[in-house]
């Protein structure tokens, strides 16, 4: 059906940035709303940020002013840039879409990129 693939996470110093990648691919007929949620240990996975289809964005009180969140429809692409990283920001980040197929219409998952922010 869909397929979500991330990229971009790894290890950085507390104060920098990463920039995570997700791109779509399969029988898509039109993607909707696309995402980031991230998931700490021990914690509940959590929105961090969402984008429309017209573009427009919404995010955590956790990370706004820090990160970006944006699209390329063309690519069928989601951006997070992370800046001013810190420690709390360390998780697994996770794309998430709501994209119309042959089978109607429903939300899809990436498999999850690391973010790890450590000195």
């Known amino acids: 059906q869909v397929r979500l693939v991330e990229s971009g996470g790894g290890l950085v110093q507390p104060g920098g940035s990463l920039r995570l990648s997700c791109v779509a691919s399969g029988s898509i007929f039109r993607l909707n709303a696309m995402g980031w949620y991230r998931q700490a240990p021990g914690k509940q996975r959590e929105v961090v940020a969402g984008i429309s289809t017209g573009g427009a964005t919404n995010y955590a009180d956790s990370v706004k002013g820090r990160f970006t969140i944006s699209r390329d429809n063309a690519k069928n692409t989601v951006y997070l840039q992370m800046n001013s990283l810190i420690p709390e920001d360390t998780a697994v980040y996770y794309c998430?879409?709501?994209?119309?197929?042959?089978?109607?219409?429903?939300?899809?998952w990436g498999q999850g990129t690391q973010v790890t922010v450590s000195s």
């Open positions: 998430n879409c709501n994209a119309q197929g042959w089978w109607g219409s429903r939300d899809f």
